[in-house]
């Protein structure tokens, strides 16, 4: 019988698991993980990429639920990309979808959904709203991005308080969905910048573990191998410590 249920719905034991365990990330402003990979946080792109095997997430719930609760839209609208071509297939999958299009939070999400109804999932409707998906990623990285060059120039010059800007900046690199390689940039400039009081780095450092373990790791090895200098001496101390508490033993830099 549950097998019938599977088969008629699309919908799995492991997916429902799946979007439970989504459900109470959200809550907790955990992030997403690619599956498999414990330090790979879930971007955009991933759910475009229909050669990546997503397993579980695949399944119409936890796209569904993505697609409704997801904070950001370039998400959301990615979850609803994946998920349409099963739309496509199952009638519902269908009516799961027009529920996200009532449901969520993002405007251009139930624009794209109405839009696939009205085309009856055609592959062509389907390509123009990946197309959509791409375009609201590469704005929304601009308008973030734009962000924190403003709230930077704010902070030399003294019009913006360096716990304010930090906080500002995990929560626009976070919600902008900016690539690892860029955030690491980045926090490695900061960290290494001559003109950055100590203070502020110590404040990031209060927010490292923020980051994906995966990025820390390369900050604190990019770091660890600058040059040696009076700005950065009690930072890569810091950071020697940081990899004491997290992975034992006596770790030092110099």
């Known amino acids: 019988m549950v097998d019938q249920v599977e088969s008629k719905t699309g919908i799995t034991k492991a997916g429902i698991s799946c979007a439970l365990d989504l ?4 809550k907790a402003n955990q992030p997403i993980c690619v599956p498999g990979e414990k330090t790979k946080i879930l971007m955009p792109e991933n759910l475009l990429n229909i050669n990546l095997d997503l397993e579980a997430l695949e399944d119409p719930m936890p796209l569904s639920l993505m ?3 997801d904070p950001e839209s370039p998400m959301s609208m990615a979850a609803a990309a994946r998920l349409s071509p099963q739309a496509g297939k ?4 269908g009516e799961v979808m027009r529920i996200v299009a009532d449901s969520s939070k993002h405007e251009n999400v139930t624009h794209a959904i109405n839009m696939l109804h009205e085309n009856d999932f055609h592959p062509k409707a389907i390509g ?4 959509q998906t791409n375009r609201v990623i590469v704005q929304t990285r601009k308008q973030f991005s734009s962000a924190l060059r403003q709230n930077l120039h704010a902070l030399l010059e003294g019009d913006m308080a360096p716990r304010s800007f930090v906080h500002e900046f995990f929560e626009l690199t976070e919600n902008g969905n900016l690539r690892h390689d860029i955030r690491k940039r980045l926090v490695t400039s900061m960290l290494l910048s001559t003109t950055i009081r100590p203070s502020i780095k110590f404040l990031f450092l209060e927010n490292f573990d923020r980051l994906p373990e995966a990025v820390r790791m390369t900050i604190i090895k990019d770091v660890l191998n600058a040059p040696e200098n009076h700005h950065t001496e009690v930072i890569k101390e810091e950071l020697a410590w940081i990899v004491n508490n997290e992975k034992g033993g006596t770790f030092k830099y110099h």
């Open 128 to 131: 123009e709203v990946v197309r």
């Open 67 to 69: 697609a409704t609760r």
């Open 90 to 93: 199952n009638k519902f999958v």
């Open 23 to 26: 459900k109470e990330k959200y």
